[in-house]
């Protein structure tokens, strides 16, 4: 079934957002007259560990450390180039922020000391961030500029191999044969509407969804895609779904306190266009292990989001479908996210 989802997110998505943009824009205002949102600082780890189907395989790896300023809480040069930029809202509320992450992806042999060569490459990507985002009730926009560097210098080994010696796994013996060094720079763009399904009842529950564009142009990543997310509980206003590590179904990393505990289910999926993966493709300047990459992948995921006034937790289980030719079955991996505002 995943093999065929690709395409059929895609086809569903085109005819999707033209309704979700035209019933974002008519949504009423935000119901629950949610506080600003405060300065966030967020921790993701990513990892195929937390998943039911755990095979260390593939994208095996991932952890991300973010923070988010405050509402309008933006130096005068941020606010200016937020206004010049047509992706983002002029009119809302503005924030910046930056991101500190890295990304590892292996073979599924990892004893194996020669390359493998029918499988996905070793491949590390660490990077540093500069996003800035602008929120309405109905909308959230976000661009990102991400600098860093593929190959050796990302630090996989030491990352991957350190940790399977503290916790006596056995080390992965194939990272001499990872891609080369290449410097990385990506530009990320993302859209989310808030659409609300139904009237909250008494005690704050409420179903919403929230569709997605998002597109990403660089040398380690370049596709264009879109999705969804639909939401049952009694704490959607206070973000716009629980973040992850790109690419992937796209969340908030800013969000508004809770009075109390607050919570909600989750569900989406979305789907993209890859022109470009450095981590299957290999270098770009130079020769290198790569893979041939399937041009449309899908994610299907589903989770828990919790809240209690200005901490978030959330876990997110998700599946990807195939990523290159050859590939044996798809791959699960979870994510597990704290953040804390203050």
Same mark, same amino acid.
């Given at each position: 079934?995943?093999?065929?989802?690709?395409?059929?997110?895609?086809? &569903?998505?085109?005819?999707?957002?033209?309704?979700?943009?035209?019933?974002?824009?008519?949504?009423?205002?935000?119901?629950?007259?949610?506080?600003?949102?405060?300065?966030?600082?967020?921790?993701?780890?990513?990892?195929?560990?937390?998943?039911?189907? =755990?095979?260390?395989?593939?994208?095996?790896?991932? &952890?991300?450390?973010?923070?988010?300023?405050?509402? +309008?809480?933006?130096?005068?040069?941020?606010?200016? *180039?937020? +206004?010049? /930029?047509? *992706?983002?809202?002029?009119?809302?509320?503005?924030?910046?922020? $930056?991101?500190?992450?890295?990304?590892?992806?292996?073979?599924?042999?990892?004893?194996?000391?020669?390359?493998?060569? =029918?499988?996905?490459?070793?491949?590390? $990507? %660490?990077?540093?961030?500069?996003?800035?985002?602008?929120?309405?009730?109905?909308?959230? +926009?976000?661009?990102? /500029?991400? /600098?860093? !560097?593929?190959?050796?210098?990302?630090?996989?080994?030491?990352?991957?191999?350190?940790?399977?010696?503290?916790?006596?796994?056995?080390?992965?013996? @194939?990272?001499?044969?990872?891609?080369?060094?290449?410097? @990385?720079?990506?530009?990320?763009?993302?859209?989310? $509407?808030?659409?609300?399904?139904?009237?909250?009842?008494?005690?704050?529950?409420?179903?919403?969804?929230? #569709? =997605?564009?998002?597109?990403?142009?660089?040398?380690?990543?370049?596709?264009?895609?879109?999705?969804?997310?639909?939401?049952?509980?009694?704490? %959607?206003?206070?973000?716009?779904?629980?973040?992850?590590?790109?690419?992937? &179904? #796209?969340?908030?990393?800013?969000?508004?306190?809770?009075?109390?505990?607050?919570?909600? %289910?989750?569900?989406?999926?979305?789907?993209?266009?890859?022109?470009?993966?450095?981590?299957?493709?290999?270098?770009?300047?130079?020769?290198?292990?790569? !893979?041939?990459?399937?041009?449309?992948?899908?994610?299907?995921?589903?989770? /828990?989001?919790?809240?209690?006034?200005?901490?978030?937790?959330?876990?997110?289980?998700?599946?990807?479908?195939?990523?290159?030719?050859?590939?044996?079955?798809?791959?699960?991996?979870?994510?597990?996210? %704290?953040?804390?505002?203050?």
């Amino acid at each position: 079934m995943l093999s065929s989802l690709p395409r059929a997110c895609l086809g &569903v998505l085109i005819a999707g957002f033209a309704a979700g943009t035209a019933a974002a824009q008519d949504a009423p205002p935000d119901a629950a007259h949610a506080p600003p949102a405060p300065a966030v600082i967020t921790g993701i780890t990513e990892n195929d560990l937390y998943a039911p189907d =755990n095979r260390d395989r593939h994208y095996t790896d991932g &952890v991300r450390f973010g923070w988010m300023s405050a509402d +309008d809480d933006v130096p005068a040069w941020a606010r200016s *180039l937020a +206004d010049d /930029l047509p *992706l983002l809202d002029p009119g809302a509320s503005h924030r910046i922020g $930056w991101t500190l992450a890295q990304s590892m992806f292996t073979p599924q042999n990892k004893a194996a000391a020669a390359p493998v060569l =029918n499988d996905r490459p070793y491949a590390a $990507w %660490l990077y540093g961030g500069l996003k800035l985002q602008t929120e309405s009730a109905s909308r959230l +926009d976000t661009v990102e /500029l991400d /600098l860093g !560097v593929v190959g050796p210098d990302a630090l996989g080994r030491q990352a991957q191999n350190d940790v399977h010696q503290l916790i006596g796994a056995s080390a992965a013996n @194939g990272w001499p044969n990872q891609i080369k060094n290449e410097p @990385g720079i990506d530009l990320l763009a993302e859209r989310l $509407w808030r659409i609300p399904l139904t009237t909250p009842t008494d005690d704050g529950l409420g179903a919403d969804v929230v #569709p =997605n564009a998002v597109g990403s142009l660089g040398n380690v990543f370049t596709y264009g895609g879109g999705g969804f997310m639909v939401r049952f509980g009694n704490a %959607l206003q206070a973000d716009f779904g629980p973040p992850r590590i790109s690419p992937s &179904v #796209p969340g908030s990393d800013s969000f508004h306190p809770t009075d109390g505990f607050g919570w909600y %289910l989750f569900a989406g999926t979305e789907g993209r266009a890859v022109l470009r993966n450095i981590t299957l493709d290999g270098n770009t300047f130079e020769s290198s292990q790569s !893979v041939r990459k399937r041009p449309l992948v899908a994610d299907l995921e589903g989770g /828990l989001a919790t809240f209690y006034r200005n901490v978030r937790v959330a876990y997110t289980l998700t599946a990807r479908s195939k990523e290159f030719y050859g590939q044996d079955g798809y791959d699960y991996f979870g994510s597990a996210e %704290l953040s804390i505002g203050f």
